[in-house]
């Protein structure tokens, strides 16, 4: 089997679930300039109910179609997360607008720690497995092997990237949301209802952390309370990467990230004559994101930020 | 006369916009120079530049023959060029003294060991910067403000307070942003006596003002931007009736 | 501070004589009164203050958010346990190890600060935490192939501090009553917590201390005042750096024991909190923060216990409910109460100042037209 080859299917996969939880991070970011620090825990919130929901559904129907328990399991986790963003949106932000710097980064840091306690008193500190519902062909490519899991999960993403762009650039309120990125002074001045943009971005985006939280617990096969947190972090690392504020940078930055990792984590042995191992993986993301702030803090799409300081 | 600060062919831009556009002047040591122009021609964008908040896109700045372009702030604060802002930025939670103190900065030398230690020459350092920062709060007029925080001065207290911070970093260059902007008549007459008192004790002044009378009242030389360009340069007489100045005032106050 | 009785404040020596007198003897009331493993709880709050203290000079004083404070207390622990335990047959003495480790945090926090603090606040908060984590993989990974860290089973038998050949770490008679180690320690750790607040107040007060200020008011301006904010910055991160490698020394020497999962990203953050909560920026405030959040969760297990008594069986563990119980007091904290218990002067200030926006403003570097 070739590995290179390999590494970079599930690099690209792995990257694609970063690039989904990664807009959400820039989306904020590039609205309000807050790193929504509670967007991973979002993520993992999606994934947990979204197993609740299947694993009651399974239980209740046991012979049911996965067609049916699947997209039903998806839809619950988004309706609970668009919920959630803006619930927190609402109460842990929106009051801080005009405080210092490090407040909403405090409160944001409490959410977190409130979600992930809240969801290992509902769900348990044990690890919960995915049902057994999911397809599970495999197809060689190229001399390596690609499941049928991966081609859904990449096709997904590439169709709600694409669905997210077209809303960006071609509605009125993707209008709306990059005037108000712009300047929030000058869209209220052009009669933009600057809330209603910052909770629909808070949902969008969390909708699509919901999507991405069932796309993780579903290649990896397992959902945890504690499985937001890196997956948070790594997203956003990617969001840096690409350019934080950009939405492009996120897509690119999460499948960057994602290549990097796989790629890394195949090479690592190697590259370090087996001093260090694939056990360094989560290394990467973070070692990505520092390179990038040192040398490019506005990411390979973004604009000079970093001046701003 | 000894040339203090020289600008020679300054540009600087933003993305296409150029700020300003092969800028060159010189100030001597001991004047009172003015910088005027119509809004958004490049004034502040210049003493950014000069007091190393803005890389020059090209050109040299010299002070004392040195080039401090592309330097640090500090490092240029360090040569004895101190500045206001046009937008006053005091710090403003911390008292009027505090801020004073802080532009004792660079002309001390107290580290962590020293500071913990008390040592003797922290503490005389100590005293002596409190002091000068008393002094100086006394010679801008705000002499019994010292414990009030600077975010509570007025507007106009404030802008001393700006003046007085800067001082405490021994300048002998001192570049004023719109010193006098939002201050009434009687206020801007003490200014520039106050000016006057700077120049007298041998401070180098660079002075971007609005008021053209104030600024013809005191300035010993005066240069005039505009989009960028130096338009004008000369004593304020001269420069008063140069047709390329009247035209670009009495085209900005059309506009 | 107005709670102080007034005759209290007309006495400020016989106010401090007797607080010499209540820290001497506490651990015999404590011990007395709450029982002996409650000395060791009266311990951990001390180590927790010397960490938020020094934590306080980043991110009270400078304004610098490091969410991976815990690297350095990690730092800290680790190099004592090299230094003297079996890992290595090293056994070096304490007063060589503590010193080195507060040395070799300040230097990672320079190491780390250098390239990244010229980034605005809230990047720097997440490469702090992501080399918080970075530290914490590598501790967790790092017994294969050469054996450095034992991996996740930590570093066990590490020395405990002996001064004179006076083992703190083991039981001495004295005067006919047994007294326990966790005693000794506390007055080791109210020695360190003392020297902390000596530090931090003499730092605060002095040319740094406002120059720091200065920074978190107005970056621009501090720089323009000749302030070398790189460099200013960078001496906060380390001084709040070797803060928490001297905790880690203490906290390796005491425990005897260490792993890296007592350096888990929630501790920086409770560390965070115990700022926050107390007061940012002021040293009694801090102290308070530390002392409460560690105390707190103690006193939560008490919870355990009533509900079995109330209801027969245990519904909520207490300590799963802990951490949820934070997470809403800083929300809460922030939301309704943001500058502490115990606010610092300028704290109180600036949040009650109208318009926070403002700060926002200075932030950035451009000059706003009038
Ligand atoms: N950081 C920046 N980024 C982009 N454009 C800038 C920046 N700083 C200044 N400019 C632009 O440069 C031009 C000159 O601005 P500057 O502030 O120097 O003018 P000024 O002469 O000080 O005007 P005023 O009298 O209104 O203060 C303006 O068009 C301004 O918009
Ligand atoms: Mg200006």
């Known amino acids: 089997m070739d590995i290179f080859v390999q590494q970079l299917i599930n690099g690209l996969v792995l990257g694609s679930i970063y690039a989904l939880v990664a807009l959400g991070y820039t989306m904020v970011y590039g609205i309000l300039e807050l790193i929504n620090f509670a967007h991973g825990e979002v993520t993992m919130v999606g994934a947990m109910s979204a197993l609740a929901v299947i694993g009651a559904l399974l239980g209740a129907y046991p012979q049911a179609p996965a067609l049916l328990v699947l997209p039903a399991g998806v839809l619950a986790a988004i309706m609970v997360c668009m919920a959630l963003g803006y619930v927190i949106e609402r109460v842990a932000y929106r009051p801080l607008r005009r405080a210092p710097r490090l407040a909403p980064l405090i409160t944001a840091i409490g959410v977190s720690i409130v979600l992930q306690n809240a969801a290992m008193l509902i769900w348990g500190r044990s690890y919960i497995s995915f049902p057994a519902i999911l397809p599970h062909g495999s197809h060689p490519i190229l001399g390596a092997v690609i499941t049928d899991l991966q081609i859904v999960i990449v096709t997904l993403s590439v169709l709600i990237m694409l669905g997210l762009t077209l809303l960006v650039e071609r509605t009125r309120l993707g209008r709306a949301m990059r005037a108000t990125a712009q300047s929030r002074e000058v869209a209220e001045l052009m009669g933009v209802n600057v809330n209603t943009v910052i909770s629909a971005t808070f949902i969008i985006g969390s909708a699509l952390a919901a999507i991405a939280g069932v796309m993780v617990s579903a290649y990896y096969g397992l959902g945890h309370y504690y499985m937001g947190f890196m997956l948070g972090l790594k997203a956003f690392s990617a969001a840096v990467l690409g350019g934080i504020g950009n939405l492009a940078g996120a897509m690119l930055g999460g499948l960057l990230l994602g290549v990097i990792e796989a790629l890394g984590a195949g090479y690592i042995g190697d590259l370090t004559g087996g001093f260090l191992g694939s056990n360094y993986q989560d290394v990467f993301a973070f070692m990505v994101l520092i390179l990038v702030l040192v040398f490019r803090p506005s990411g390979l799409l973004g604009e000079r930020v970093a001046q701003r300081a | 006369m000894t040339t203090l600060l020289t600008v020679e062919n300054v540009t600087k831009r933003f993305g296409g916009l150029s700020a300003l556009e092969a800028v060159s002047l010189t100030v001597n040591a001991g004047e009172v120079y003015g910088l005027i122009g119509p809004n958004g021609a490049g004034k502040t964008t210049l003493f950014n530049c000069m007091t190393g908040l803005y890389t020059v896109s090209a050109g040299v700045i010299r002070l004392d023959g040195v080039p401090i372009h592309n330097r640090k702030p500090h490092q240029i604060v360090g040569r004895g060029f101190a500045r206001t802002f046009q937008n006053i930025r005091l710090f403003a939670n911390m008292t009027a003294l505090e801020n004073v103190m802080v532009g004792r900065h660079a002309r001390t030398r107290t580290g962590v060991l020293g500071a913990v230690l008390h040592s003797r020459r922290c503490l005389a350092e100590e005293r002596d910067s409190r002091q000068r920062a008393k002094s100086l709060m006394a010679f801008v007029g705000l002499k019994d403000r010292s414990r009030s925080l600077a975010g509570h001065l007025s507007y106009g207290d404030q802008r001393r307070l700006e003046i007085a911070r800067a001082l405490a970093t021994e300048p002998r260059l001192l570049a004023l942003d719109e010193p006098v902007a939002g201050m009434n008549p009687n206020e801007r007459r003490e200014m520039s006596e106050l000016f006057r008192k700077l120049r007298d004790a041998g401070i180098t002044l660079l002075l971007i003002e609005h008021d053209v009378k104030l600024v013809m009242g005191v300035c010993d030389r005066v240069a005039v931007l505009d989009y960028g360009k130096k338009i004008a340069e000369g004593v304020p007489d001269e420069v008063r009736r140069n047709p390329a100045v009247i035209e670009a005032y009495l085209g900005g106050a059309v506009s | ?370």
């Open chain 3, 1 to 370: 501070m107005r709670s102080v009785p007034d005759w209290l404040r007309r006495h400020p020596g016989l106010a401090f004589g007797l607080l010499a007198v209540l820290l001497a003897v506490l651990p015999f009331i404590v011990s007395i009164g709450l029982g002996r493993g409650w000395v060791r709880v009266l311990d951990f709050a001390l180590l927790y203050a010397i960490l938020a203290l020094g934590l306080n000079i980043v991110v009270g004083y400078a304004g610098l958010l490091d969410l991976g404070y815990i690297a350095f207390y990690a730092l800290g622990a680790y190099l004592f346990a090299w230094l003297s335990s079996p890992q290595f047959g090293l056994h070096l003495p304490f007063w060589l190890v503590l010193p080195s480790g507060a040395l070799l945090a300040g230097g990672f926090g320079v190491l780390l600060g250098a390239p990244t603090l010229r980034l605005r606040g809230d990047y720097l908060a997440i490469v702090t935490l992501g080399f918080g984590e970075i530290v914490r993989i590598f501790m967790n990974n790092l017994d294969a192939p050469v054996n450095i860290t034992n991996g996740p089973q930590g570093i066990n038998l590490i020395d405990p501090i002996s001064i004179g050949g006076f083992s703190l770490g083991a039981r001495h008679t004295i005067l006919g009553v047994h007294v326990f180690p966790p005693t000794f320690y506390y007055y080791l750790f109210l020695f360190f917590t003392l020297f902390t607040i000596l530090v931090a107040m003499r730092l605060q007060d002095s040319r740094i201390g406002r120059a720091w200020a200065a920074i978190r008011e107005d970056e621009v301006a501090a720089a323009a005042m000749g302030i070398d904010t790189r460099n200013i910055k960078l001496l906060a991160f380390a001084m709040g750096a070797s803060f928490g490698g001297l905790a880690g020394g203490l906290f390796a020497a005491f425990q005897g024991f260490i792993s890296p999962e007592s350096f888990n990203l929630m501790e920086s953050v409770m560390i965070l909190c115990m700022i926050v909560l107390g007061g940012m920026g002021n040293i009694p405030g801090v102290i308070l923060g530390a002392v409460l959040l560690t105390v707190l969760p103690e006193a939560l297990r008490y919870l355990g216990a009533w509900q079995r008594a109330a209801l027969g069986h245990v519904v909520v563990d207490p300590n799963d409910l802990r951490m949820l119980l934070f997470g809403l007091a800083m929300v809460a904290m922030m939301l309704y109460r943001p500058a502490g218990l115990l606010p610092s002067r300028q704290r109180r200030r600036e949040f009650r100042a109208e318009d926070g926006a403002a700060e926002q403003e200075a932030a950035s570097l451009y000059d706003a037209k009038a």
